[in-house]
């Protein structure tokens, strides 16, 4: 009396169908996670770099001395 119904078979190959799809799904979920997540890391690695980058080029802008025509520009 081991033999399963036809039911119980189509019952049981359904859920595995189901559980299936979702363990998919969780794994996709979780790469999609780990790439945003390394996405997120390196955007805002490279917008540390830039604003590093813009402040060291104004603090050099203001460092350089006036050219003679800068200093008094109502002379002609």
Do not use: C, G, H, Y
Request: glycine share 0%.
């Amino acid at each position: 009396m081991n033999q399963k119904s036809k039911q119980r078979i189509d019952a049981d190959n359904a859920f595995l169908r189901v559980q299936t799809q979702a363990i998919v799904r969780e794994r996709l979920q979780s790469e999609a996670d780990v790439a945003a997540l390394a996405r997120d890391t390196n955007t805002a690695r490279l917008k540390e770099l830039r604003l590093l980058k813009e402040a060291n080029e104004r603090e050099a802008l203001a460092a350089r001395p006036l050219s003679s025509k800068m200093k008094n520009p109502s002379l002609p």
